[in-house]
């Protein structure tokens, strides 16, 4: 089956401990999306790559990190320096950006940090 | 920037028709998408509208008027399964990258 695997889907941290969500698809998607979703609020883009080796940030960057080494993969770091991390992360991924291209998204990592 | 509204919920009647109106500002706009997403799951794709009209897909339809910045999706002959959040996400092309901008999301709940 073709979709984007997110893994785990809870995790709990303690403050002052970096933590790295995985996000993996098999769809041969160019681009990748990092979002977080809080009650209330709109996906946030958090960071999104359009190519291998190449990201850029989006709206709410600070205090996270990424890496698109392999076509596949696009991992987020959440750092201690970011100041509410407790949220539901969702990962996509589309064919490419722009255009009619519609993004899939994986089921989600809900990060509780305490 | 980016200014997008729609309602926080609604509740409609199971067989029924339902509208859910979606108003956005955006500097370039480049589209419009809408997603359902189920508590705790994942968004999927609903529908794409960049030219005024309405696009009709199954029970489901979604309009755009491009010059009064509004949109709206309509669910017809309402299923319990349809009760979920609707996000209405605005394309916008100002800065190069076409990135979706979300609202926050529309809850929907169908009773009997």
């Known amino acids: 089956d073709g979709g984007i695997t997110q893994s785990p889907k809870y995790l709990f941290r303690k403050e002052g401990q970096n933590v790295t969500l995985s996000c993996e698809q098999n769809?041969?998607?160019?681009?990748m999306y990092w979002y977080r979703q809080d009650p209330g609020q709109g996906l946030r883009l958090i960071y999104y790559?359009?190519?291998?080796?190449?990201?850029q940030k989006g709206d709410i960057a600070e205090g996270y990190s990424v890496s698109r080494e392999k076509k596949e993969s696009f991992p987020l770091t959440v750092t201690s320096a970011q100041k509410n991390p407790t949220a539901f992360y969702l990962c996509?991924?589309?064919?490419?950006?722009?255009?009619?291209?519609?993004?899939?998204f994986g089921p989600g990592t809900r990060l509780t940090v305490t | 920037g980016q200014n997008i509204d729609q309602p926080t919920e609604m509740t409609a009647t199971e067989g029924a028709i339902v509208q859910i109106n979606c108003t956005y500002q955006?500097?370039?706009?480049?589209?419009l998408f809408w997603y359902q997403q189920h508590a705790g799951e994942a968004p999927t794709f609903l529908s794409y509208?960049?030219?005024?009209g309405l696009e009709e897909k199954g029970r489901f339809s979604s309009f755009l008027s491009r010059s009064k910045g509004y949109s709206y999706l309509l669910l017809k002959e309402l299923q319990m399964k349809d009760s979920a959040s609707y996000l209405c996400?605005?394309?916008?092309?100002?800065?190069?990258?076409?990135?979706?901008?979300f609202g926050t999301g529309t809850r929907l709940t169908v009773i009997p």
């Open positions: 955006t500097s370039g706009f480049n589209g």
């Open positions: 769809l041969n998607h160019d681009a």
């Open positions: 509208n960049v030219l005024d």
């Open positions: 996509a991924s589309s064919i490419r950006t722009g255009g009619s291209y519609e993004q899939y």
């Open positions: 996400a605005v394309r916008d092309d100002q800065t190069g990258a076409n990135n979706l901008f």
């Open positions: 790559s359009q190519i291998v080796n190449d990201f």
